[in-house]
């Protein structure tokens, strides 16, 4: 038996679907079955647009603790990044030079279909990771045009703390 409903513009047709035979399974695992059947695998993939970028700008930011390299474009849309902590390092292993080279492997991993073949590099921070980073850069075929540091220096430092009475 069908039934049509009219609605301004659009027209749907449904259909009455006939009870199944009498079964031995009980209601509960019916309905289990039901909603099993009526499940619809929804795929969560990414549209990803290939952008063409030859050139760009990396960003590695090296503290004591961790190493973080982010790929951009030169307008600063970031392409690709990773850190010391996405690519499983955990504790002091983290700051270490080979840390930041396999970090810069991985992001360089993520932006080769982009085409990014030059990079201005600029370095923020202390840590032991700054130059492998830059040199695992130019290892894994992207070319360096530049290297800034751009660590933020204090001009005149924070307060210095009130002298201690004894």
């Excluded at 004591?64 to 982010?70: A, E, G, M, R």
């Excluded at 850190?83 to 492997?105: D, E, L, Q």
């Amino acid at each position: 038996m069908a039934e049509e409903i009219v609605n301004n513009t659009t027209t749907v047709q449904t259909e009455e679907v006939a009870a199944p035979a009498a079964d031995t399974s009980t209601d509960a695992e019916a309905t289990a079955a039901d909603k099993k059947a009526t499940r619809v695998a929804k795929s969560r993939s990414k549209k990803r647009s290939a952008k063409s970028v030859s050139t760009g700008r990396a960003y590695i930011q090296a503290t004591y603790n961790n190493t973080i390299v982010t790929l951009t474009d030169t307008h600063g849309n970031v392409l690709g990044w990773s850190s010391a902590g996405v690519c499983g390092f955990r504790g002091p292993k983290k700051s270490t030079p080979y840390a930041a080279s396999v970090i810069v492997k991985d992001v360089c991993d993520k932006v080769q279909e982009t085409g990014l073949r030059e990079v201005a590099v600029f370095v923020r921070g202390i840590g032991s990771g700054r130059e492998a980073a830059v040199r695992a850069l130019h290892a894994n075929g992207i070319t360096v045009t530049q290297i800034k540091d751009v660590t933020p220096i204090p001009h005149n430092g924070c307060r210095a703390p009130k002298p201690r009475r004894i």
